[in-house]
């Protein structure tokens, strides 16, 4: 069965400080992956999708990059964190009947 | 306006109760249509998934879709205490190179079943 691990889960982090998180899938070959950010109370914002190795589009101008450095591997990364770059990631892939989330971390910039 | 729009609540029900979660949309390029619960602090989980208009029956859940009134449900029969969460719609239409499937996601209605 296809698994999607992501971590942390938890994250306080620094003003300037940078950032790397990371999210694996297990399961499945050339899937197509996504990062999610959603603040308090609101709905999920798509960040970056891949759809193959090195293959990244950016949904939303910002602080933030991804990378894709193998098939089943997606980063989410900062070089100096922002305090609005605090919420709660997502990492996710299409799966043919719908989408499969991982478990999130949830970043505080302080 | 917002692509899709969903009552953000708060929903409170007594358990035993029949549930209505509601969304509308303005894009008519979406197609797929998803349903997913949220726990405090958790990822979202997939419910429902479905791409014609009508409904589509899963245990205690059935999702409806009106494409032509650009409107979607998700009904709860039976509502249980462990159904308390917030439920987000989410909806996509087919996107270009590598097929890559972007989900638009209503800002989540957030449902609490008491005991």
């Known amino acids: 069965s296809q698994t999607i691990h992501q971590w942390p889960a938890t994250l306080v982090q620094p003003v300037g400080s940078p950032l790397s998180l990371e999210c694996t899938v297990e399961?499945?070959?050339?899937?197509?992956l996504y990062w999610y950010r959603q603040a308090a109370g609101r709905g999920l914002q798509l960040l970056f999708y891949?759809?193959?190795?090195?293959?990244i589009s950016s949904e939303v101008p910002q602080n933030l990059s991804a990378s894709r450095p193998q098939d089943r591997q997606f980063i989410l990364s900062s070089k100096k964190l922002l305090l609005s770059d605090s919420g709660f990631y997502l990492c996710a892939w299409s799966a043919p009947n719908g989408d499969t989330f991982g478990s999130g971390t949830r970043l505080t910039v302080v | 306006q917002k692509e899709v729009e969903q009552d953000p609540g708060p929903l409170s029900v007594p358990e035993g109760a029949i549930v209505s979660l509601n969304c509308t949309y303005s894009?008519?390029?979406?197609?797929?249509f998803m349903w997913y619960r949220q726990y405090s602090r958790k990822g979202p989980e997939l419910l429902m998934y479905?791409?014609?208009?009508g409904n589509k029956e899963d245990g205690r859940f059935t999702a409806q879709v009106d494409k032509s009134s650009k409107y979607i449900s998700l009904f709860i029969r039976d509502s249980q205490p462990s159904d308390s969460a917030t439920y987000l719609c989410a909806m996509s239409a087919q996107r270009g190179s590598g097929s890559a499937r972007q989900l638009t996601f209503g800002s989540g209605t957030q449902l609490t079943v008491l005991p």
């Open positions: 399961g499945t070959s050339n899937p197509n």
């Open positions: 479905t791409y014609s208009s």
């Open positions: 894009n008519s390029a979406f197609q797929y």
């Open positions: 891949s759809v193959g190795i090195g293959q």
